[in-house]
């Protein structure tokens, strides 16, 4: 018997004896050919070490299932997500937080599948690194993307590594280095996403969207995915690395990253020194 139910960006997906798991900081729902996966981390879906590990989880399962060729990624609430916790960028977690978050991203690009991300609210930080390497993004024209590390005295290792290649080397540079906020419009006039639409259209754009790529074959999509990436994966491999070694080895040891993170915890403005 179908049933309907509500899916992670909105939607009302028909299924058929759909499967749902449900971890401590996600969703998960088998709906094939889609798998959904929302992030549930009230109030606002901070990225921890914990969700971390329930999203290697989950993209670990998705990917062994051959009836799915689509992950949906988005928030559940009122946004997508504020990145990162800042907790963990401490000296005695970042190294974990880096090697977990990095799996995270290298999973979602190295995926056959086609991921989506679908984006209101919020999407900031670690947040939106995860969201720019999915391969569509739908975002509504009200949210709030950016990479604000720069306010805590660290930088964001991934649009370090891969943001020049989506947006250009200038307003990566800018959204890097200024830590500003842009809005849904602006992110996918510069390629950050791929279309920002009214809220009240976000559910049925994504509902266009997979309709269309539900159409094809799977393993054509999986197939020419793998060759559009064939380049900028090599690259932002090896500019991930780079980027993480330089976030330990040298960010780790200044004074003001260690200051701007206390700075956030404790609800003061930070107070830079320069070194």
């Known amino acids: 018997m179908k049933r309907e139910s509500a899916s992670a960006d909105g939607t009302i997906a028909h299924m058929s004896q759909a499967e749902t798991s449900v971890f401590g900081h996600i969703n998960l729902q088998f709906s094939p050919p889609i798998a959904h996966i929302a992030l549930s981390h009230p109030p606002v879906n901070v990225i921890d070490l914990q969700m971390m590990d329930e999203l290697s989880s989950a993209l670990t399962q998705i990917d062994a299932v051959q009836a799915i060729s689509m992950i949906v990624i988005s928030g559940s609430g009122k946004g997508f997500s504020t990145g990162v916790d800042v907790g963990a960028h401490s ?44 391969d569509i993004v739908i975002t509504t024209t009200s949210a709030t993307w950016g990479f604000p590390e720069i306010k805590l005295g660290c930088f964001p290792p991934v649009a370090g590594a891969a943001l020049s290649a989506l947006v250009g080397q200038k307003r990566a540079a800018d959204l890097i280095l200024t830590g500003r906020s842009i809005g849904g419009s602006e992110a996918a006039s510069i390629g950050l996403a791929t279309v920002a639409v009214p809220d009240d259209q976000l559910s049925s754009a994504v509902q266009e969207k997979l309709m269309t790529l539900s159409a094809l074959s799977p393993s054509a999509l999986a197939i020419a995915k793998k060759a559009i990436y064939s380049w900028d994966a090599a690259h932002v491999e090896k500019g991930l690395a780079r980027a993480e070694n330089i976030y330990r080895s040298e960010l780790m040891q200044c004074e003001d990253a260690q200051e701007g993170i206390r700075a956030f915890l404790e609800k003061r403005p930070p107070k830079w020194t320069g070194r």
Request: aromatic fraction near 4%.
């Open 91 to 134: 000296p005695e977690h970042v190294g974990e937080m880096l090697i977990k978050f990095h799996a995270v991203v290298r999973a979602v690009i190295g995926s056959r599948k086609i991921t989506f991300a679908v984006v209101h609210g919020s999407c900031l930080g670690g947040a939106a690194e995860l969201a720019m390497v999915c």
